[in-house]
Structures are given as structure tokens and as C-alpha cells.
């Protein structure tokens, strides 16, 4: 069993920076793909950013080019560096691991989840 907290979320202005912390327990952290979605309000859960066992990455559109994930696997943490903040990034941000270790975009195929850590974006 892998238990995942989120650290980091809070409030920002439109421009501004934030970086989100995932820690995991549990063993084989370095193994697992590890992915960050978001929900907004009165909105579904979406992909936003993923990152495999080697530390390929992949990233929604409406993020390329302004957040980037990382993995540091010595500390068993998953990061999402946020720059250039936009009022529509507003969101809870959750941090997810798949066993497999591999890049993935679906929601299903994730099988541990954090409880997640609230972002908004003032304009």
C-alpha cells in the first residue's frame, strides 16, 4: 500500500509560482509512474502532468511550456513546479501512482491517489 500527501497549494496571483510536493511511503517508489491531475469546480478530474520510472515526462496542452514535473526518488517526492499562473489553473491538485511504473493520461489506471491540495489563482 502506497500513501500519497500533498504539500504546496495556496493562493496565487495571476503570474505568479507554485510548487506542489507529493510524498509517498511505502517502498519501490522509484518504480512507479507518478501523475498529477486537477478538478475545478462543477468540472471532471483531469490529466495535467506525468512522469515514468526513467523520468519521462508528458504534459497536457493548456500546461506545456509553464509547469514541469520532477522526481526526486532518494526522497520518495513528486513535484509540479507551476510558473505563469492562470486564474483557469485554479483547482484541486491530486498526486497519483500506477504500479507500472509508465506514463499514463487515464484516471482509471492509476492505482493510489492523495486526498489533494487546493490551488487558486486570483486575476
Known amino acids: 500500500q502506497v500513501q500519497l500527501v500533498e504539500s504546496g497549494g495556496g493562493l496565487a496571483q495571476a503570474g505568479d509560482s507554485l510548487r506542489l510536493s507529493c510524498a509517498a511511503s511505502g517502498r519501490a517508489f522509484n518504480t512507479y509512474g507518478m501523475g498529477w491531475f486537477r478538478q475545478a469546480p462543477g468540472k471532471e478530474r483531469e490529466f495535467v502532468a506525468a512522469?515514468?520510472?526513467?523520468?519521462?515526462?508528458l504534459y497536457t496542452d493548456s500546461v506545456k511550456g509553464r509547469f514541469a514535473i520532477t522526481r526526486d526518488n532518494a526522497r520518495n517526492t513528486v513535484y509540479l513546479q507551476m510558473n505563469s499562473l492562470k486564474p483557469e489553473d485554479t483547482a484541486i491538485y491530486y498526486c497519483a501512482a500506477n504500479r507500472g511504473g509508465t506514463i499514463l493520461r487515464a484516471l482509471n489506471e492509476y492505482d493510489y491517489w492523495g486526498q489533494g491540495t487546493q490551488v487558486t489563482v486570483s486575476s
Open positions: 512522469i515514468n520510472w526513467r523520468a519521462n515526462t
